[in-house]
């Protein structure tokens, strides 16, 4: 997946805007929240990056316009 750089605007990652069907999603505003397990299924220790800033109750936004 490549480095992640939360709340810069700046990733490796890339997501092509569709839903689980392959269906591009529409232009608007989107809220998201990532959860991230390792095998054992436990939590990851949270990495304080200084980007809690950009973020509500864990809720990231997106905005997807085309």
Known sequence: MGPLNVGTHIT?????GTDEFGTKLANGVYLYRMVVKDDSGSDF???DTGT???FQHGFGKMVILR
Request: proline share 0%; no cysteine; charged share 55%.
């Open 52 to 54: 809690d800033q950009f």
């Open 12 to 16: 490796e990652y890339e997501y092509d």
């Open 45 to 47: 220790k949270k990495l």
